[in-house]
């Protein structure tokens, strides 16, 4: 199983970008996608969650600004990030949990760099 992240990139303050992260290869189902993000000298942290029946959680850091969603049939979660600060600047990691046929799997995706910054 592989997640491939995109939509990374360089933003001003107060701008948007979308994030997307496929999940491919042999899949049975996902159960809860997620976004992380690590800023450097930072540990990893959650930025936000959603489980395969679309309940979700955010960071407080990001809620009313970043919007996660996902659509099922694609493998597919979306991160919508909304009035961009600099303190948003980090690796962006998509994570998921895999169940394959026989077991359940934690995958992460290769990261994308969101910069924001005038």
């Known amino acids: 199983v592989q997640l491939q992240a995109s939509g990374g990139g360089l933003v001003q303050p107060g701008g948007s970008l979308r994030l997307s992260c496929a999940a491919s290869?042999?899949?049975?189902?996902?159960?809860?996608m997620a976004w992380y993000r690590q800023a450097p000298g930072k540990q990893r942290e959650l930025v936000a969650g959603?489980?395969?029946?679309?309940?979700?959680n955010y960071a407080d850091s990001v809620k009313g600004r970043f919007t996660i969603s996902r659509v099922n049939a694609k493998n597919t979660v979306y991160l919508q990030m909304n009035i961009l600060k600099p303190e948003d600047t980090a690796v962006y990691y998509c994570?998921?949990?895999?169940?394959?046929?026989?077991?359940?799997?934690?995958?992460w995706g290769q990261g994308t760099l969101v910069t924001v910054s005038s």
């Open positions: 290869g042999s899949i049975f189902s996902i159960n809860t």
């Open positions: 959603v489980t395969r029946d679309g309940h979700t």
């Open positions: 994570n998921a949990w895999v169940a394959g046929t026989k077991d359940i799997t934690n995958y």
